[in-house]
């Protein structure tokens, strides 16, 4: 089983970034999925979650307006879009996903920097 993240990087405020979720080993599609976040010093925070067929999602107030969620369970793929990013968004993002949310990523770095 993997949840393989990717699309981390340095951007300046303003920008934006993608965020890819490849899932293996398990039925990805049966599945709701969440996205978390853990900047330094801080606790992991839930940033947005959708339902396994992507019927529903939701967001943290802190990112509501700016990120959106999707999926594509064709691919075994979920996305993490960020537009307006912000230093406060600065943070490892993880994806999650999973019976009883079991299954973790090993997570990917974004940095909001001028």
């Known amino acids: 089983v993997q949840l393989v993240e990717s699309g981390g990087g340095l951007v300046q405020p303003g920008g934006s970034l993608t965020l890819s979720c490849a899932a293996s080993g398990f039925t990805f599609s049966s599945y709701d999925m969440r996205w978390y976040r853990q900047a330094p010093g801080k606790e992991r925070e839930l940033v947005a979650g959708?339902?396994?067929?992507?019927?529903?999602?939701n967001y943290a107030e802190s990112v509501k307006g700016r990120f959106t969620i999707s999926r594509d369970n064709a691919k075994n793929t979920g996305y993490l879009q960020m537009n307006s990013l912000k230093p406060d968004d600065t943070a490892v993002y993880y994806c999650?996903?999973?019976?009883?949310?079991?299954?973790w990523g090993q997570g990917t770095q974004v940095t909001v920097s001028s």
């Open positions: 959708i339902t396994s067929a992507g019927g529903s999602t």
């Open positions: 999650n996903s999973g019976r009883r949310y079991r299954y």
